[in-house]
């Protein structure tokens, strides 16, 4: 009798072992399926928007000038850049700044401002007033970081009455974009 319980014992521990020890191919589908799953949990973590708007962004120079594609040239007085970031760094809403100088070919000396009427503000857009003719860049800002332009960021840039004027944005203390400047 303790023979015939051994071999049973013996077969039935043999068994047990076989079938509990995964397979390398499940461990290596477990492995991939693990791998798989943290790099899809990194990638919806990281800010891909704000990727992009880096991408699309332009950074002012130490200098306070941003050189755009086709050899257009903004260059802020140290003032109003000055403003420009304080009123951004306040980063609660977004505002708008109306901006004024003076054009020399492809370059844009900006040095007055104003900040027309406000009828609502929010963190995700501003209402306000169309700056007059004489503004060179009708300048918003985007507490978000997002430095993309909307369909009705667009849009106000159908409604500036000076031709050499274009519109921005501010995304950052030290990043922008721009479109219409080069038409």
């Not at 461990?27 to 693990?34: N, V």
């Not at 880096?54 to 040239?73: D, F, P, Q, T």
């Not at 963190?123 to 004489?134: L, P």
């Not at 106000?156 to 030290?174: H, M, Q, T, W």
């Amino acid at each position: 009798m303790p023979k015939d319980h051994s071999i049973i014992y013996e077969d039935f521990d043999e068994n047990n072992l076989e079938e509990d020890k995964p397979s390398k191919i499940k461990k290596r589908i477990i492995i991939f399926l693990s791998v798989f799953m943290i790099i899809l949990m990194v990638s919806l973590s990281l800010p891909l928007s704000r990727l992009g708007s880096r991408a699309v962004s332009e950074k002012i120079e130490s200098n306070y000038k941003i050189e755009l594609k086709g050899g257009y040239e903004i260059y802020f007085e140290e003032e109003t850049y000055k403003v420009i970031r304080q009123r951004f760094g306040l980063g609660t809403d977004e505002f708008k700044i109306c901006l004024k100088g003076r054009v020399q070919e492809k370059t844009y000396f900006i040095f007055d401002y104003y900040f027309p009427e406000v009828a609502h503000s929010s963190f995700t857009n501003v209402v306000s007033k169309i700056c007059d003719k004489d503004t060179l860049l009708s300048l918003h800002s985007h507490p978000s970081m997002f430095c993309i332009f909307s369909k009705a960021d667009i849009a106000s840039y159908e409604k500036l009455d000076n031709p050499d004027a274009f519109i921005g944005l501010i995304c950052d203390v030290d990043r922008f974009n721009f479109y219409g400047f080069d038409r």
